[in-house]
């Protein structure tokens, strides 16, 4: 495994290079790494398939898997392994991973230690205990990172949608044309994969709130103090890692309640608060995408009535043309049997007859088309 160098001095020069892995440790280094999947698998102690789930040409669901010493995570464009010390991340110069990297650096850095005004908890609001440390162990804050990343990437997504979305139904709806119904076929079909992309993610955080082992197994710190040390009858082992602290976001309540019962390896509160919270986001981002396709499903209602009725106006032309039709059908039989070359020994020397004939033809006809579009405006199939 080869490193491509350290530091932050060149961080743009480096994120922007062609590499496959970024190395992030507790001391705050970033490492660029060349390095194949067996040199990787070695040094967290995966197995293939663990990083087969990380490959960027596979196509593999959302994933957050706890193994002995890491954690495979697969949301979205984050692809990445954590550990109680470091982090790799999977494609650091894709332009949506380029953040990540940034934040990661900034949250896990030493000098983010003393960084606690501002800070604002998981409920949005401001901090105003600053100077607590936040114990939480370095695992559990780069998961943070990265599922506060996700979940601000599919909200901003879906927020440029509803930026479209809204004034491109508000046109179809006084305009229906062919250039206003792909740009909402377009819109609806971006919605449909981003709505299949934030349900993933949900689901995935869904299953693993609903078995506490699988939260259990995201305890890497722990696993490895209680691997180290046996544990004391005076109380459990203290399976926080020597890392820099930075200000807390979860309540100040629960963490006080976890830490009466961090030696009970079934305990799994902190991590449960950490996911809910983002559970929580990600639940309201696919509320959005609901009720956006809630209001396409009304447009295109409204659509289909307006369409019924010009198909409705359609028809009563259509059965105006074809009594109206009719009725010359008749007029014209009447002058083609009076056009024929017959010789009638009444048509000779009564010149006036053609006058008659013209005008009693046409007030039948005219009686006849008035008693059809009475007929139907009486049966309701006309408008009145």
């Known amino acids: ?50 990083l087969r789930i990380l490959d960027p040409l596979l196509s593999y669901p959302s994933t957050i898997l706890g193994r002995e010493r890491a954690i495979v995570l697969n949301l979205e464009h984050i692809k990445a392994i954590i550990t109680s010390n470091e982090v790799l991340l999977r ?43 936040d114990e939480s162990p370095f695992e559990f804050r780069a998961l943070e990172v990265t599922l506060e990343a996700i979940c601000s990437f599919l909200d901003a997504r879906t ?99 976890a830490a009466t019962v961090h030696g009970n390896e079934n305990d799994v509160e902190e991590l449960e608060m950490l996911l809910e919270a983002y559970f929580m986001q990600v639940d309201g981002t696919l509320n959005k995408l609901t009720t956006l396709r809630e209001y396409i499903d009304d447009t295109e209602d409204y659509i289909n009535i307006q369409l019924d009725n010009h198909r409705n106006q359609l028809i009563q032309l259509e059965l105006f043309l074809s009594s109206g039709t009719v009725c010359l059908s008749l007029y014209s039989l009447v002058a083609g049997v009076f056009g024929m070359n017959i010789p009638y020994t009444w048509n000779d020397g009564h010149g006036y007859i053609f006058k008659w004939v013209v005008l009693v033809s046409g007030l039948f006809c005219a009686f006849i088309f008035v008693s059809i579009v009475a007929y139907a405006r009486h049966k309701g199939l006309v408008g009145s």
Request: glycine share 8%; proline share 4%; net charge negative.
């Open 91 to 133: 494609d650091p110069s894709d332009e949506n991973v380029i953040p990540v990297v940034e934040e990661l650096h900034r949250r896990l850095a030493p000098s983010s230690a003393t960084q606690h005004d501002g800070k604002e908890n998981l409920s949005g609001q401001h901090d105003v205990e600053g100077a607590e440390e």
């Open 159 to 257: 927020t440029e949608l509803e930026t479209d979305a809204y004034p491109a139904l508000d046109e179809l709806t006084s305009k229906i044309s062919s250039r206003n119904l792909d740009r909402v076929r377009k819109l609806k079909s971006g919605m449909t994969r981003l709505t299949a992309r934030v349900q993933k993610v949900r689901d995935e955080l869904e299953q693993l709130l609903d078995d506490d082992d699988d939260m259990a197994d995201l305890y890497l710190s722990r696993k490895l103090a209680g691997a180290s040390s046996p544990v004391s009858g005076s109380g459990g082992p203290n399976w926080f890692p020597a890392s820099p602290t930075i200000g807390s976001k979860i309540s100040r309540a629960s963490r006080a309640s």
């Open 1 to 50: 495994m080869a490193a491509a160098g350290a530091g932050t001095g060149s961080e743009g020069k480096k994120r922007g290079a062609s590499r496959s892995w970024i190395l992030l440790d507790a001391a705050g280094e970033e490492q660029l790494l060349d390095a194949d999947k067996y040199a990787i698998m070695r040094r967290v102690d995966i197995n293939a398939r663990d």
